[in-house]
């Protein structure tokens, strides 16, 4: 498991219990207590050291690498998964990922970021920033799930939108803004979940949703810590004092009335307990499903507009 440094201490005792797991038994030593004890404090520690994370320390456990990304949510939530591949008019975008499946029996569209969990697929999946394509790919799956009548889920896991001379010359901002477009104007259910995080324009493409939750650990925010940083202090080393300044934590956006809800991870983050990370997920999306149902879709794009026009709005 990578390593962040506030959870070196827990590591340490990790790494302990299963150099005493492979010890054999000694009279002398009693290895079962000894383990159980030390278990014990661990827990206790991971508890007492995600109960006071700071901004900057939330950033790091949201960019963790052994988070569940889209593909984990998929093998553990969706069935008859179908990926659809391609914006009909430039190419294919790995970074931007989605198709049909089955979520607990309900035929859906699933759409979201994959970021990579090791060098090959991260360089694939070019870091989870999607060019327009991948944006346009988004348009084309939102577009057909108001077809089919589906229900949409975005799973948002990015630093933003790619960056590059070639994505800025086949219209990045114009594609994002269709895409934010799109989600506001189809005739079905959208749900999103900030899964990681949630950088820019490059996320709300896919999050102008009826509901949109955030993961405990995950963040969301304008730009990023290290960038926002560099424009104002001219050096990245400010990034935990942007970090704090810029109020990207899920419990801060909640605050702001900007998400619908928080969903809760496991103790010791995300990437210590996928599948139970992943469930919780899918228990929102089934509770919000129940609430959206027999909704009409013009019902749906009138509170959605109004939800997001809200926004920033006193009273």
Same mark, same amino acid.
């Given at each position: 498991?990578?390593?962040?440094?506030?959870?070196?201490?827990?590591?340490?005792?990790?790494?302990?219990?299963?150099?005493?797991?492979? @010890?054999?038994?000694?009279?002398?030593?009693?290895?079962?207590?000894?383990?159980?004890?030390?278990?014990?404090?661990?827990?206790?520690?991971?508890?007492?050291? =995600?109960? +006071?994370?700071?901004?900057?320390?939330?950033?790091?456990?949201? %960019?963790?690498?052994?988070?569940?990304?889209?593909?984990?949510?998929?093998?553990?939530?969706?069935?008859?998964?179908?990926?659809?591949?391609?914006?009909?008019?430039?190419?294919?975008?790995?970074?931007?990922?989605? &198709?049909?499946?089955?979520?607990?029996?309900?035929?859906? @569209? $699933?759409?979201?970021?994959?970021?990579?969990?090791?060098?090959?697929?991260?360089?694939?999946?070019?870091? &989870?920033?999607?060019?327009?394509?991948?944006?346009? +790919?988004?348009?084309?799956?939102?577009?057909?799930?108001? %077809?089919?009548?589906?229900?949409? $889920?975005?799973?948002?896991?990015?630093?933003?939108? =790619?960056?590059?001379?070639?994505?800025?010359?086949?219209?990045?901002?114009?594609?994002?803004?269709?895409? $934010?477009?799109?989600?506001?104007?189809?005739?079905?259910?959208?749900?999103?979940?900030?899964?990681?995080?949630?950088?820019?324009? &490059?996320?709300?493409?896919?999050?102008?949703?009826?509901?949109?939750?955030?993961?405990?650990?995950?963040?969301?925010?304008? $730009?990023?810590?290290?960038?926002?940083?560099?424009? !104002?202090? %001219?050096?990245?080393?400010?990034?935990?004092?942007?970090?704090?300044?810029?109020?990207?934590?899920?419990?801060?956006?909640?605050?702001?009335?900007?998400?619908?809800?928080?969903?809760?991870?496991?103790?010791?983050?995300?990437?210590?307990?996928?599948?139970?990370?992943?469930?919780?997920?899918?228990?929102?999306?089934?509770?919000?499903?129940?609430?959206?149902?027999?909704?009409?879709?013009?019902? !749906?794009?009138?509170? %959605?507009?109004?939800?997001?026009?809200?926004?920033?709005?006193?009273?």
């Amino acid at each position: 498991m990578s390593q962040l440094e506030f959870e070196k201490k827990i590591l340490e005792l990790e790494g302990k219990i299963n150099e005493l797991s492979n @010890v054999e038994s000694d009279s002398d030593v009693n290895i079962e207590a000894e383990m159980k004890r030390m278990k014990e404090k661990v827990s206790k520690l991971t508890k007492q050291t =995600y109960s +006071k994370l700071t901004p900057a320390q939330k950033v790091q456990v949201a %960019r963790h690498p052994n988070r569940p990304h889209f593909n984990d949510y998929i093998t553990g939530m969706i069935e008859d998964y179908a990926p659809l591949a391609g914006d009909r008019n430039f190419a294919e975008d790995d970074a931007m990922e989605g &198709g049909l499946g089955r979520f607990q029996g309900q035929a859906v @569209v $699933i759409i979201g970021q994959e970021r990579g969990h090791d060098t090959e697929s991260r360089v694939k999946h070019n870091f &989870g920033m999607a060019r327009p394509e991948g944006y346009r +790919k988004a348009q084309r799956l939102m577009k057909m799930a108001e %077809r089919f009548n589906l229900p949409i $889920i975005t799973l948002v896991d990015t630093a933003g939108a =790619y960056p590059g001379l070639g994505a800025e010359e086949r219209g990045q901002s114009e594609a994002i803004a269709r895409s $934010i477009e799109t989600c506001l104007n189809v005739k079905v259910p959208v749900i999103s979940i900030i899964i990681g995080e949630g950088g820019s324009g &490059g996320a709300i493409a896919i999050a102008a949703a009826d509901r949109v939750y955030m993961l405990e650990h995950s963040i969301y925010s304008v $730009i990023s810590p290290e960038g926002c940083a560099s424009i !104002l202090w %001219r050096s990245a080393e400010h990034a935990s004092e942007a970090a704090t300044a810029l109020k990207i934590t899920a419990q801060d956006i909640y605050d702001l009335k900007l998400i619908d809800d928080i969903i809760d991870e496991p103790v010791g983050g995300a990437h210590r307990a996928k599948q139970e990370t992943i469930d919780n997920v899918a228990n929102q999306i089934a509770t919000a499903l129940e609430q959206l149902d027999g909704t009409d879709g013009d019902t !749906l794009v009138k509170n %959605r507009r109004k939800k997001f026009l809200a926004f920033g709005r006193k009273g």
